[in-house]
């Protein structure tokens, strides 16, 4: 009953920056096993949706590859130096510790980048590929250090 609640408030609060991002996601020259969808309810590491924290976008690449791409509205930085707030910080640690990989879509960038496509693309393809190697690279530190 409390997934189906949750399940339920999902839509309540999606953005137009959410809704451009995902748009532009789909169309993404990314070969998907999950398709990218809106409003997805966190997995846990066994893969079961645990319901922890809402994701704006989340889809698996065909390379098992989970991702969160979070389109961060103004809510999620810090003024004057746009650093991200404490809870939006929390939100990506506890996204990458149930494996995904976290990919922050801040909306200065996005909204320079307004109805130009192609320019989004290559921008959110470019996210993507930082995070996953900067995920990679804390991965392959944490295994030699422990």
Known sequence: AW???LRGQLSE?????????YSVV?????????????????????GQEDGALRIDVAARTAGGVWLAIEADGPGHFRRPDRALTGPTQYRNRALAARCYVVVSVPYFQWDELRGDVQHQQQHLLQLIKQTRWQASTAASTAAAAG
């Open 3 to 5: 997934m189906a609640q």
């Open 13 to 21: 609060a999606v953005t137009g920056c959410q809704q451009s991002v």
């Open 26 to 46: 789909q169309q993404l020259p990314i070969k998907w096993s999950e398709p990218p969808a809106m409003e997805q309810l966190s997995r846990g590491r066994d």
